[in-house]
T-cell receptor, first 113, second 110 residues
Framework: EPEVTQTPSHQVTQMGQEVILRCVPI?????FYWYRQILGQKVEFLVS????????KSEIFDDQFSVERPDGSNFTLKIRSTKLEDSAMYFC???????????FGSGTRLTVV | RKEVEQDPGPFNVPEGATVAFNCTYS??????FFWYRQDCRKEPKLLMS???SGNEDGRFTAQLNRASQYISLLIRDSKLSDSATYLC???????????FGTGTRLTVIP
């Protein structure tokens, strides 16, 4: 079964440092997403990406966040200057079409110290 | 008002029991609805989409009541492996993102 792959599985970083979270979506999917889940809380939408541009973003996705699809396979989330409250599980997801259920990657656990 | 509301549980049921979870959503124009399952510290996995006519997949039955803005999931003959958090998920109108409920935790006891 096709998978969404995320690396690294766990990243520890110091406050103020930049991090890049990486994802390889399912190859024939056209829509890509980042979600996050703070421990014990619900899954929250960050951003959706289609046709090489951001299609939607939430209020969480402020200027310190950016996404990129640098080549035909990778989809990255960059956090420019991490804060303690950025500590969470970050999930990448992809779908073939809008309104469909997504396939999620296994997540990157980000810990900001 | 929250976009999606669920009873957080926990629900503790014996093996073989039937258990039902409910969820309400706030935007009456929402079009797509899903149930996801999430195991502890793992990613959400799509369990089933929810259609207006209701749909069944083995031991799982999902229902949608648009008039009441209410979604349900019924699990029959519960197995130990059904223990997980069940997430009610709604795609709001005109948007390409998903709103997740906080999840309902189920533990199936031997």
């Amino acid at each position: 079964e096709p998978e969404v792959t995320q690396t690294p599985s766990h990243q520890v970083t110091q406050m103020g440092q930049e991090v890049i979270l990486r994802c390889v979506p399912i190859s024939n999917h056209l829509y890509f997403y980042w979600y996050r889940q703070i421990l014990g809380q619900k899954v929250e939408f960050l951003v959706s990406f289609y046709n090489n541009e951001i299609s939607e973003k939430s209020e969480i996705f402020d200027d310190q966040f950016s996404v990129e699809r640098p080549d035909g396979s990778n989809f990255t989330l960059k956090i420019r200057s991490t804060k303690l409250e950025d500590s969470a599980m970050y999930f990448c997801a992809s779908s073939f079409d809008r309104g469909q259920g997504y396939t999620f990657g296994s997540g990157t656990r980000l810990t900001v110290v | 008002r929250k976009e999606v509301e669920q009873d957080p549980g926990p629900f503790n049921v014996p093996e073989g029991a039937t258990v039902a979870f409910n969820c309400t959503y706030s935007n009456s124009a929402s079009q797509s609805f899903f149930w996801y399952r999430q195991d502890c510290r793992k990613e959400p996995k799509l369990l089933m989409s929810v259609y207006s006519s209701g749909n069944e997949d083995g031991r799982f039955t999902a229902q949608l009541n648009r008039a009441s803005q209410y979604i349900s999931l019924l699990i029959r003959d519960s197995k130990l492996s059904d223990s997980a958090t069940y997430l009610c998920v709604v795609n709001p109108p005109g948007a390409n993102n998903l709103f997740f409920g906080t999840g309902t935790r189920l533990t199936v006891i031997p």
